[in-house]
């Protein structure tokens, strides 16, 4: 094998790779599932919503939402908080 054929391992350029993922955060509520041409999943952030002032049911905002403003979360998760079961594994 001449020198030119030498595969070597490179290093991955994966885009938000070290920003938090939602699905790691306390604010993160499960995803629910909307019928509209099929099935889509999505989650919501219990950190931001709206309270309904007649029935006290509080609609919380889409995450993909709240990651891509900046005056909440923003794409570098600045209110994120890790879950309290994740937090005890990451120390």
Do not use: W
Not at 1 to 26: G, W, Y
Not at 45 to 50: R, V
Not at 60 to 82: A, Q, S, W
């Amino acid at each position: 094998m001449s020198s030119k054929h030498i595969v070597t391992v490179a290093e991955q350029f994966i885009k938000n790779s070290r920003l938090p993922a939602c699905v790691d955060c306390f604010y993160h509520l499960q995803s629910r599932t909307i019928k509209r041409n099929g099935q889509l999943k999505m989650a919501n952030c219990m950190k931001y919503g709206e309270k309904n002032i007649y029935s006290g049911k509080i609609n919380y905002e889409l995450v993909e939402f709240v990651r891509i403003d900046t005056k909440k979360c923003g794409p570098t998760g600045l209110h994120f908080m890790y879950k309290r079961a994740n937090a005890d594994e990451k120390q």
